[in-house]
């Protein structure tokens, strides 16, 4: 059974940094994009970043770049995602998610295989 759980959320002040892990079971990670996503109370779920599985390509929105890195160890199972100057707006339940690719990142409606979420808030 296809399994993404994630973990590494927590609180942290602005400007903090926190490192989120999406660890994987039940398929070949070789084969599937993983995207992350979040979503803020009330808002919308948002991709905010993706990485390939041949060329691990990278992919992020305007509101996480330059901030958060994307990166993956196939070996592993894992997906990790580092945010750093962190912003109380960057507060929401992020999520991992698989989709299968042939290469390059996925259009985010297209991932259709989902962790759970770990919550991040970012507050002083």
């Known amino acids: 059974q296809l399994q993404l759980v994630e973990s590494g959320g927590g609180l942290v002040q602005p400007g903090g940094s926190l490192r989120l892990s999406c660890a994987t079971s039940?398929?070949?990670?070789?084969?599937?994009?993983i995207g992350w996503f979040r979503q803020a109370p009330g808002k919308e779920r948002e991709g905010i970043s993706c990485?390939?599985?041949?060329?691990?390509?990278?992919n992020y929105a305007d509101s996480v770049k330059g901030r958060f890195t994307i990166s993956r160890d196939n070996a592993k199972n894992t997906v990790y995602l580092q945010m750093n100057s962190l912003k109380p707006e960057d507060t929401a339940i992020y999520y991992c998610?698989?989709?299968?690719?042939?290469?390059?990142?996925?259009?985010?409606?297209?991932?259709?295989?989902w962790g759970e979420g770990t919550q991040v808030t970012v507050s002083s």
């Open positions: 990485i390939a599985n041949k060329d691990r390509s990278t």
């Open positions: 998610a698989a989709c299968p690719s042939y290469g390059g990142c996925p259009p985010w409606h297209e991932y259709a295989y």
């Open positions: 039940g398929f070949t990670l070789d084969y599937y994009a």
